[in-house]
C-alpha cells in the first residue's frame, strides 16, 4: 500500500471524509477506486458508491482476495443503510470467511457486525446473538468495539431486557467517546433516546397509560395475563397463544381483556369481529363458535364464562388481566414501525422484514400513501418508500407481527 492510500485510509477511519477523498480523488486504480467508494457512501451517495465499489472490485486481481472480499464488506454497508434487504447475505458470510482465513480481523469483525445488523433487522434475534457471541468485543479497536455493543443492545432491546440494553449502550457509548467520531456517537445516542421514548400503551380496568421499554418487561414479567397487541399474541408469563393468523380470535380476546374484570356484551363482539350491524340469531351463533375456539386457544391462561349480556375473561388463580397496545395503532403499523427509522425503503424489502407477501405490502403502502401518512419517489424497482414525521410513533422497539392479509 503507498503512502497516499494509507493516509487516506487513515483519515477515512478517524471520520475525516473529505480529507481521505482529497488524497484519492483523481487516482483510478483499484484502492484508491474502492475508498473513494466507500467514501461517498458515507457522503450519502449510494448509487455512486456502488458503481466505484463494483469497479474496484473488477481492477482487483486474481491473488487480491481480500482486497475483493472488502469491496464486497463495502458494497453490503451500503445495502443495508439502504435497506436493500434483497442484497445476497452469502456474499457477505463468504467475504467474512475469506477475511477471516487472511487474518484480516478487523475487516472480518466490521463483516460480522454488518450480518448481525441485517439479521436483527428482519427479526432473527437468535441468529444474531449467536453469530454475535463469536466476536470478542475486547481485542477491537474503540469504532469497532462501539459497534459491537450497539448490535448487542439493538438484541437486548428486542427481547426486553433493558437492563443489559442500557449497559451495553454505556459501553458503546464510551467506546464512541474515544473515537471522536460524531456520526458513531450520534448513533449511540439515538439509541439511547428511543429507550426514553413511549414503547407501548397499557389498557387495564378501563384505564390507560403509556409504558417505556422496561415497564413492558416488568409487565410481561409480572404474572399477567397479557393480552399483547403489539406482536398478535396472548402471554402469561414465559407461555403464549399466537393469534396473528387468527385475526377473529385475536379481536375477541382483546375485547375480553379490555372489558375486565366486567364482560364484553354480546352486540360490541359481533361488531368488531364480524363487523355485523346487528346481534341476529346466526351472528350470535358464529360467536358462540368463535369463542369455544378462544376457550380452547386459552385453557392454560384462563376460562370465558357466558354472562346475561356477554362473556367475560376468568384468569386461572385470579390475576390481573391487560392489554398490551402500540403507542399510536395503525391498522398498517408495522409498515410504519419499520419506516419510522428514518430510511428509504423497497417495497421488495419491507417484504422481507415483514415476513410478507410483496403483494401485501404493497396494498399496505398504496393505503397509507392514499391518506397521506407515506411518501415514495423513483419508479420501478428504484422506488423506496418513506414516512413524514410521525410525533410519538416507535420504530421496531416492539417488532409487530406480519401484516394481516386482508
Request: proline fraction near 6%; charge should be positive; charged fraction near 25%.
Amino acid at each position: 500500500m503507498d503512502s497516499m492510500i494509507a493516509a487516506a485510509a487513515r483519515l477515512l477511519a478517524m471520520g475525516d471524509l473529505l480529507g481521505a477523498l482529497k488524497r484519492v480523488a483523481l487516482r483510478e486504480d483499484p484502492p484508491a477506486l474502492a475508498l473513494r467508494g466507500i467514501v461517498m457512501a458515507q457522503l450519502g451517495d449510494f448509487e455512486r458508491a456502488k458503481v466505484l465499489l463494483k469497479m474496484a472490485a473488477r481492477a482487483f486481481g486474481p491473488r487480491e482476495a481480500v482486497a475483493r472480499a472488502r469491496c464486497v464488506v463495502a458494497e453490503a454497508e451500503i445495502a443495508l443503510v439502504s435497506r436493500d434487504l434483497a442484497w445476497p447475505p452469502k456474499a457477505l458470510a463468504a467475504a467474512r470467511a475469506t477475511l477471516e482465513a487472511h487474518g484480516d480481523r478487523l475487516n472480518a469483525a466490521h463483516a460480522r457486525h454488518l450480518e448481525v445488523r441485517r439479521l436483527l433487522l428482519i427479526g432473527r434475534l437468535d441468529d444474531a446473538g449467536r453469530l454475535l457471541a463469536g466476536a470478542d468485543p475486547a481485542s477491537l479497536p474503540p469504532p469497532l468495539r462501539a459497534a459491537h455493543e450497539l448490535a448487542q443492545a439493538g438484541i437486548a432491546i428486542r427481547r426486553l431486557h433493558t437492563g443489559v440494553a442500557r449497559a451495553a449502550l454505556q459501553r458503546a457509548r464510551d467506546a464512541a467517546a474515544l473515537t471522536g467520531i460524531p456520526g458513531l456517537m450520534a448513533e449511540v445516542e439515538s439509541v439511547a433516546e428511543a429507550l426514553a421514548r413511549p414503547a407501548g400503551r397499557l389498557i387495564a380496568r378501563g384505564a390507560e397509560r403509556m409504558l417505556l421499554l422496561e415497564d413492558v418487561e416488568a409487565l410481561l414479567a409480572s404474572g399477567t395475563l397479557v393480552v399483547d397487541a403489539c406482536r398478535y399474541l396472548v402471554r402469561k408469563d414465559a407461555a403464549s397463544v399466537p393469534l396473528a393468523t387468527r385475526p377473529v380470535l385475536f379481536t375477541l380476546a382483546r375485547m375480553l381483556a379490555e372489558a375486565w374484570p366486567g364482560d364484553a356484551r354480546r352486540a360490541a363482539l359481533i361488531g368488531a369481529a364480524f363487523r355485523g350491524r346487528e346481534a341476529d340469531e346466526s351472528y350470535r351463533a358464529r360467536l358462540r363458535v368463535e369463542i369455544g375456539r378462544l376457550r380452547s386457544e386459552l385453557h392454560a391462561f384462563a376460562d370465558i364464562k357466558a354472562t346475561k349480556d356477554g362473556f367475560a375473561l376468568a384468569p386461572h388463580g385470579g390475576g390481573e388481566v391487560a392489554v398490551l397496545a402500540p403507542p399510536v395503532e395503525e391498522y398498517y403499523g408495522g409498515v410504519l414501525a419499520f419506516l419510522a427509522d428514518g430510511e428509504a425503503w423497497s417495497s421488495s424489502s419491507l417484504a422481507i422484514a415483514l415476513d410478507s407477501s410483496p403483494r401485501t405490502v404493497q396494498r399496505a403502502l398504496d393505503a397509507l400513501a392514499e391518506a397521506g401518512k407515506v411518501h415514495s419517489f423513483g419508479r420501478g424497482p428504484a422506488r423506496r418508500w418513506t414516512i413524514p414525521s410521525l410525533p410519538g410513533f416507535p420504530s421496531t422497539l416492539l417488532l409487530p407481527a406480519a401484516l394481516p392479509a386482508a
